[in-house]
Nanobody
């Protein structure tokens, strides 16, 4: 069984920064493709960013490109989402997702088999 655990959410003012962390316990971490999704109240879940198993390839949703950076440290079995220049519209519950896959990073939710419980990010104006 794979356990996905996020951390690092919180409250920040517009223009501020936060860093989210995620780990996937169970499989060999370096075999896992991972991603971040988010869901705001009353809205559908949307993709944010994805990173392949090695960290050598990433993909971003247009709404966060240039502001967010996804990265991973396989030696420490942890993945990060650095969020800069935050806006009120970034307010959402952020979910980490993982799957054992050696393909390119995917922003499609059905790609992922394992999901975390979510961490709240609130950006005030």
């Amino acid at each position: 069984q794979v356990q996905v655990v996020e951390s690092g959410g919180g409250w920040v003012q517009t223009g501020g920064s936060l860093r989210l962390s995620c780990t996937a316990r169970g499989p060999t971490f370096s075999s896992v493709t991972m991603a971040w999704f988010r869901q705001a109240p009353g809205k559908d879940r949307e993709s944010v960013a994805a990173i392949n198993w090695s960290g050598g390839s990433t993909d971003y949703a247009g709404s966060v490109k240039g502001r967010f950076t996804i990265s991973r440290d396989n030696a420490k079995s942890i993945m990060y989402l650095q969020m800069n220049s935050l806006k009120p519209e970034d307010t959402a519950v952020y979910y980490c997702a993982a799957t054992v896959w050696f393909g390119p990073p995917s922003l499609l939710a059905p790609t992922y088999d394992y999901w975390g419980q979510g961490t709240q990010v609130t950006v005030s104006s």
